[in-house]
């Protein structure tokens, strides 16, 4: 079974920064993805982050070059560093693990307000 505990989220004026984590069960890492996706209210869930087991990274157009996923699998953690963060940044936010199977975190809330 896989488990997934993200942390970091808060509330940030435009243009801040965060960073969340996600603490995963070793298992998650025999798996083909990890990433982060988050869903704003009113709005479908979208991935924003991916990182294949070989290290391999893709990004949505609308954080490319803001945000950068990484993982360490001696800690068992999954991380996103946001930067320059938009009032359009505003969601909950949750980590993602699958292939095979699907497995998800309960997510944080990230806020950008002035």
């Known amino acids: 079974q896989v488990q997934l505990v993200e942390s970091g989220g808060g509330l940030v004026h435009p243009g801040g920064s965060l960073n969340l984590s996600c603490e995963t069960s070793?298992?998650?890492?025999?798996?083909?993805?990890m990433g982060w996706a988050r869903q704003a209210p009113g709005k479908d869930r979208e991935l924003v982050a991916q990182?294949?087991?070989?290290?391999?990274?893709r990004y949505a157009d609308s954080v490319d070059g803001r945000f950068t996923i990484s993982k360490d699998s001696a800690r068992n953690t999954v991380d996103l560093q946001m930067n320059n963060l938009k009032s359009e940044d505003t969601a909950r936010y949750y980590c993602?693990?699958?292939?095979?199977?699907?497995?998800w975190g309960s997510g944080v809330q990230v806020t950008v307000s002035a």
């Open positions: 993602d693990v699958w292939g095979p199977g699907q497995y």
């Open positions: 070793p298992s998650a890492f025999s798996l083909n993805y």
């Open positions: 990182i294949s087991r070989g290290g391999h990274v």
